[in-house]
Structure formats: C-alpha cells, structure tokens
C-alpha cells in the first residue's frame, strides 16, 4: 500500500508516537485535575507539559491559553459562535473548508451575522490583500482564513493579513489544519488572535485530537460543563484553559502529541518542509508532461504551499480515478474535500479532483510507482 491521503490525516506516524500513545494508556490512566492521588496529578503534569511545548511551538507566551479541543473543526465553531454577535460581519476567503463555512452559513441564516467572501491570489499577496481591504466594512469584527488550501496547497500570506486585522482593529482567525507542522507559524508574530489546529495531520498526533489557541477574553463558550476546577460555581469557570475544556480529556491522544512535537524539532522544521516540496514538485514535473492531465496550480511560482496536489485526468469522474489508484493500492482521495468555495475557485465543482498529500515519510519511489501507475492509467 502507498498511502497518500495525509490532508486527511498523517500515517505512518514516527514511531515514537505509537509508543508514547500506548505508555500514556498504560500509565497515564487518571482524568486529569479529577483526584489528588499520585496519578491523578502525574497525568495532570504531563498534560500541562504537552501545553507548554504546544505554546512554545506556535508562538504562544501564554501557555494556558492553548485549549485541547475534540478535533479542528471544533476548535474552529469555537471561534466562529465564541467571537460572534448580532449585527457583526465576517470575512472568509474563497478557498475554506466546510468547517468555517458551515457554521457561518448557519449563523447568516439565523439573521445573526454576515459574512462576505474575499478572493485570493495563488501569486500575488497585494492582489489579495487588495480584496481584503474592498470587502472590509464598518461591522467587520472577524476575518478567518485557511492558512493553506486543503484541495490545491497553496498558502496565503497570513503574516500580511495579521498586520492588514491589526491597523483595522479585526480580530484575525486561522484555520492551520493543513499548514501545522509544515510551514511556519508564529501566532504573535504573524498577528494571529485564534489559531485551530488538525494534531492528527502535520503534527503527527492521532485522530481525535484538536487545539485551539487564542485568549478566551474574546470567546463565549461553546460547550459548558465540569471542569474539575470551580465546582461550586454553576457559571463556566472564567479562568483558562478550564473554561474551554469541559468534560474528559483525549489524554493520549494530547501526550502522543507531545511527541509529534518533539519528533518535528528533532528532524527539523525546515527538513520536512523541504521533503514535502520535493514531492510535490516531483508530482509537478511529471504531470506537466502529459497533456491529458489537467493540474491547477503551479507550485514553482507560489511563495509557499502545503504538501496537497489535485488533478484530474480528461474528463474522467475524479472518483473514477481514485477507485482506479485504489485497486492498484494506492491511497488517494477525490471529490470536494469538503471545500466546495475552492473547487468553484479552480472550476471543478462538478468534477471535483483527485487529491495526492504526501508527507515527510513518503518516499521519491512510491512517488514515482505512483506516476507509473497513473501514465498506465491514461
């Protein structure tokens, strides 16, 4: 099998997460912040750890400000029902997920708030930042954007749109589930006020895991419940991270992330960016030789992008040639990727695409059986 479906979630993981996530089952077995038995305290300890090394990680001075969530797309309805009230307007780029746009749509619907969308440019950040400053409006409370498109890779320049949200006094949201661990992010730097995050993705974490980081002075809550702190009040604990992390925690899950972390320092950052881009523009040259292939975006000219390569072959059903890959054991994805605004933006929102996502563990020759087996295919 060659697996190349990490935009949906990352394997293999580096070793040393599957061992850490079975020592965290076998002795990090008590729900933190529920007991003042030596276990009890242990685990909270080490969840405290984890939240230390994801805030250094990203940015962050604050370390209680980095909330562990069910998975992104929670971490991202936080944000969205947290932040906004009636009468505010949004800002959304023409390349989000339906985890943004879902829940916006559902507030419009209930004549709570307005949202406008903003074009991008894959080569021209002034082109986008120009359809940014066009679609602000008095109301603007809230821009949110994917930091790199999980159909066509291709990143925007969220560093310029952090300082554009700070001279216009908008609160600035980034969706990092497909960018984390790949590119850099610096959450002060990059003027981020919310940062949602996919662990199981870049970060090497198993499913089940999400953060969120930002300061919950901005934020209702979306979910109220025990916290194991404040047990008396009946109010949601005001202090942070508790007010955003009811009920039991993926305690695991949160250690193994732990060591994706690490594994990512270890091997280096700029490594595993360089891997990645390898591939992709492997995928790249290969694919602009055939003419039957129809590819979107050309990496070579784009500042930055994530490891996510769409195609299709003709006009053959994107499916077609996924369920083909597949019976040659190859993993890919097609369809809408639940991101039909930049399927609409490349023009194939009828056929959808055929998604290739490396990762740091891919290999150039199960890169290049790929290649094979799709010339084979046409």
Do not use: W
Not at 323 to 348: E, F, N, Y
């Amino acid at each position: 099998m060659i697996y190349l479906d990490n935009s949906a979630t990352s394997y293999p993981k580096p070793k040393e997460v599957y061992r850490c996530f079975m020592n965290a089952i076998k002795h990090y077995f008590s729900n933190p912040g529920r007991g003042g038995y030596d276990n009890a305290l242990l685990t909270a300890e080490k969840i405290f750890e984890i939240r230390e090394k994801t805030a250094a990680f990203f940015g962050e001075d604050r370390c209680e400000n980095v909330v562990f969530t069910a998975n992104c797309t929670t971490a991202v309805n936080t944000v969205i029902k947290g932040v906004l009230k009636p009468g505010m307007h949004v800002l959304v780029s023409d390349l989000e997920h339906n985890a943004v746009m879902r829940p916006l749509e559902e507030l419009r619907r209930q004549n709570k708030i307005t949202y406008d969308i903003f074009s991008t440019d894959f080569y021209d950040d002034e082109e986008t930042l120009q359809s940014i400053k066009n679609a602000i409006q008095p109301h603007t409370k809230l821009l949110f954007c994917t930091h790199a498109s999980n159909v066509v890779g291709a990143a925007l320049p969220i560093r310029k749109i952090g300082r554009l949200c700070r001279q216009e006094g908008i609160l600035f949201a980034v969706d990092a589930a497909q960018s984390a661990g790949i590119l850099p992010i610096h959450k002060k730097r990059d003027g981020i006020d919310f940062l949602c995050l996919a662990p199981h993705k870049g970060l090497f974490a198993p499913m089940g895991t999400g953060v969120l980081i930002g300061d919950g002075r901005h934020l209702n809550t979306l979910v109220e419940g025990g916290t194991g702190s404040f047990s008396l009040q009946r109010i949601q604990p005001a202090v942070m991270p508790d007010r955003f992390e009811s009920g039991t925690a993926n305690v695991a899950g949160i250690i193994a992330l732990g060591a994706g972390l690490d594994f990512i320092e270890r091997t280096g950052r700029k490594t595993i960016e360089n891997a990645d881009r390898q591939h992709i523009l492997q995928l790249q040259a290969a694919f602009d030789s055939l003419p039957q292939v129809k590819t979107y975006v050309n990496f070579e000219n784009l500042a930055a992008f994530a490891p996510v390569f769409s195609f299709n072959i003709g006009d053959i059903p994107s499916e077609t040639v996924a369920d083909a890959l597949s019976q040659a054991g190859i993993c890919v994805r097609a369809g809408l990727h639940c991101a039909p605004s930049a399927h609409k933006k490349i023009g194939t929102l009828e056929q959808g695409s055929v998604r290739i996502s490396p990762s740091f563990f891919t290999t150039n020759s199960e890169i290049n059986h790929t290649i094979s087996t799709i010339k084979k295919l046409i």
